[in-house]
């Protein structure tokens, strides 16, 4: 019989060794299937993830109003007779251009989900770049549970935003382009180059990379890069600008550096794509080459 | 009792971590506050077993990796790691102080940042090894947060102190027994 002190070790020992065990299984497990959720996993989302929506809802609230606070005592500094009547015009100027910017955002994408040929479903942002390490936001729908799954494009009027990379019930993570996981098919409209954008290893900002991009076809700083139409994404969708071109000596290919045009700080409402892009009509560039048969013409 | 509490108050501190903090004016890096909590219950050797330390560690990095959508595990492995971290920083040094504490969360902050990054890596090779020049602004936030966030866990764990709720006195009733004058 081991003494009760002893017993007490190899039972720390033992948990701990589980523990260890326990960590190490779910990194295989993340390493061999990153979608994967388990039903403990939704379970877990499902109670927290309300709890999510409501703290991010109150947060900007609280945003919201705290700006307001500051206005109106910059206002009382200045003349303390004027306070009531300037603070009251203040505060409703600022809910006036508050809604008109929500009313041009949603606007804007409407417009887009009217330019998109396929079918989109609205989410809101709940969570974004929680931890620094990896790029990841979190959506919310609003309504078509069941009807998104891993690898739908993730778009808003300014451009891409990213892909669904796991979805538990109406939540959905979703990998944005600048992870460098991420991987979407892009062209240049200049010179009608082609390559594949990923995020950049170990950046910080939110940044992203062309890579394979032929040598011969030269691409120079301030170039649009937009969606090729492949992978699910429509056509055309602005992605963002050459911020940096780097030339490879040795190998074929450009290193193109690209500043996204999505400001994914500040994202709050985004479209789903759900269904896939239908494939271009080649008769169609037969006879109009420069003016694609489908998706964003438009935002161009 | 205890260890569920903990993991809720690790838990509201995480998803505040993942609202709040990201809707500040700045948006640049946020406080590890999941971190503390387990720097918390491994800085506590007296309260927490080690066994104890690992699995509320292991859980919480489990809860991180759901709400920050990271790959399930990175979280829960580097956060375990850090609890036993914590418990052998406790047992060579007395954290005691808002220096030593806010010391103890930047340098854990740090250290994870690391872990982080490298079992990152291991996971999703293609992320490569970068990614930290962050990491030391991030860490000095956590220390900015450590202590307050320290301060607060010891308040619930000392409510919550099972050798007096068996006896069935409060955390005041104690401290008046305790620290009273010897009996005459």
Same mark, same amino acid.
């Given at each position: 019989m081991l003494p009760s002190g002893h017993r007490q070790k190899i039972r720390e020992a033992v948990i701990i060794t589980a523990a260890f065990l326990t960590a190490l299984f779910l990194l295989r497990q993340s390493a061999k299937s990153p979608e994967y959720l388990s039903p403990l996993d939704r379970g877990i989302l499902a109670l927290v993830t309300p709890l999510q929506s409501r703290m991010a809802r109150l947060a900007r609230s609280i945003g919201h109003a705290a700006g307001q606070y500051v206005d109106l005592v910059h206002v009382r500094a200045e003349n303390e007779a004027l306070h009531n009547e300037n603070g009251r015009l203040r505060a409703e100027l600022l809910e006036a251009k508050r809604g008109a910017a929500e009313s041009v955002r949603f606007q804007r994408l409407l417009g887009l989900r009217n330019a998109v040929t396929t079918e989109t479903l609205v989410a809101r942002v709940i969570a974004i770049d929680v931890s620094p390490y990896f790029r990841v936001a979190r959506i919310q729908l609003?309504? +078509?549970? +069941?009807?998104v799954s891993r690898g739908m494009p993730i778009i808003t009027p300014d451009g891409v935003v990213g892909r669904i990379n796991r979805v538990a019930g109406d939540t959905s993570d979703i990998l944005l382009?600048?992870?460098?996981r991420s991987a979407i098919d892009v062209v240049l409209p200049r010179t009608g180059g082609r390559g594949i954008l990923r995020g950049k290893p170990g950046e910080n900002g939110y940044r992203c990379a062309i890579e394979y991009l032929m040598q011969g076809e030269q691409a120079k700083e301030g170039d649009l890069v937009v969606t090729s139409g492949l992978g699910g994404f429509p056509r055309d969708l602005p992605v963002g600008k050459i911020s940096k071109v780097a030339r490879n000596a040795v190998g074929m290919s450009q290193e193109l550096e690209v500043s996204p045009d999505v400001d994914f700080a500040r994202l709050s409402e985004v479209l789903v794509v759900v269904a896939p892009t239908p494939p271009a009509d080649p008769e169609a560039s037969a006879h109009k080459p420069l003016v694609p048969s489908h998706g964003l013409g438009v935002y161009r | 009792m205890r260890s569920v509490a903990t993991l809720i108050v690790g838990l509201l501190l995480l998803l505040l971590q993942s609202t709040v903090m990201e809707f500040a004016?700045?948006?640049?890096v946020t406080p590890t506050l999941g971190l503390l909590t387990v720097l918390y219950i491994g800085l506590s050797p007296l309260k927490w077993a080690p066994g104890s330390a690992a699995l509320v560690g292991l859980s919480l990095g489990y809860l991180f990796d759901l709400v920050s959508g990271a790959p399930r595990g990175v979280h829960a492995f580097v956060f375990l790691v850090m609890a036993l971290f914590a418990r052998a920083l406790a047992s060579r040094l007395a954290v005691r102080g808002v220096v030593l504490k806010a010391s103890a969360a930047f340098v854990a902050s740090l250290l994870s940042a690391l872990l982080i990054v490298v079992v990152r890596a291991q996971v999703s090779p293609e992320t490569g090894y970068g990614g930290l020049r962050m990491a030391p602004i991030e860490a000095l936030l956590t220390a900015v947060f450590g202590p307050p966030v320290l301060w607060l866990l010891s308040r619930l764990d000392g409510r919550l102190d099972p050798a007096l709720l068996r006896v069935g006195l409060s955390r005041r009733r104690a401290r008046a027994l305790g620290s009273g004058l010897p009996p005459r």
């Open positions: 609003d309504r +078509g549970e +069941g009807l382009s600048v992870d460098p | 004016p700045v948006h640049l």
